[in-house]
């Protein structure tokens, strides 16, 4: 069976907790939110060692900073993807970040 996480931020979350897993026709996918960005590395590493994922995605959200930070913590054991955005996407990926920082009142 191949396993591999997505991870991705979710205000409050607990990735052990809040995680989704599912399992059909030989593969397991785990959907792992993090609170934080700085929760990733740890979530990454868990993922690697207790649940023997193959492979990590991180959301489009996570900077390219802690992208390296998820990449350093599981070393070269799985690759670590990071989904980005097109071009023609990136002016509505931001609009989507700044009613986010709205509604959280940052912005």
Do not use: K, N
């Amino acid at each position: 069976m191949t396993s591999w996480a997505y991870i991705y931020e979710h205000p409050g979350a607990d990735p052990q907790a809040d995680r989704t897993v599912l399992d059909r026709a030989g593969q397991r996918s785990y959907m792992v939110p993090v609170a934080d960005p700085a929760d990733a590395p740890d979530a990454a590493r868990r993922l690697v060692e207790e649940d023997r994922v193959a492979l990590i995605e991180l959301c489009g959200g996570f900077s390219l900073a802690d992208a390296a930070r998820v990449a350093d913590a599981v070393g070269d054991r799985v690759p670590v993807g990071h989904v980005t955005f097109a071009a023609d996407s990136v002016e509505s990926a931001a609009a989507y970040s700044a009613a986010y920082a709205e509604e959280q009142g940052d912005g």
